[in-house]
């Protein structure tokens, strides 16, 4: 029990921390954030091309933001999932349903206030194909720690058979 209490409290510290991190990035005005990706595009084009052109590494550059908008927010469906997996462990039927519309509603509910917000922001603004993306990312992370617990399930229960 105490066990869980702990996994329980790391994860909602590391669910705090990954919130954090987005609304970092997403709070820069838009000098800073262009500055930042684009210090990041010009670093990690040399090794796609061998010595990339302005153009290279703008198009590098708005790979990389997508690719990040991707990370972000597919990494936060999972925390979330996990963390209504953990905290409601014997959840099923419509329990469980309810703790995985939880980590659904929470990541696109965060993916879409993300792209909100930065219309208050100088330089920036509210995209809608980003907020899109930062939904579908979400729900694809949930998606992916839904199929990991359900293999780590089975595969419990069939070691605990062999025992």
Known sequence: MRKRR?????????????LGI?????????EQT????????????????????DAQIADFHMILRKSAHL????????ITTWIS?????KAKGILRAGYLFFAVCLTVGCGYFDEWHKQFISGRHFDHAE??????????GVIFAVAVIAVCRVVR???EEEA
């Open 6 to 18: 702990v996994m329980t409290a790391i994860l909602w510290g590391g669910l705090v921390i990954w």
């Open 22 to 30: 987005i609304y970092y990035f997403s709070t820069q005005n838009g």
């Open 34 to 53: 262009a500055a930042t990706g684009m210090l990041w595009a010009k670093k990690l084009s040399v090794i796609v091309y061998e010595n990339p052109s």
């Open 71 to 78: 990370f972000l927010f597919s990494l936060l469906g999972s």
């Open 85 to 89: 997996a953990v905290t409601f462990p």
């Open 131 to 140: 907020t899109l993306l930062n939904m579908k990312a979400g729900i694809a």
């Open 157 to 159: 229960y069939c070691m």
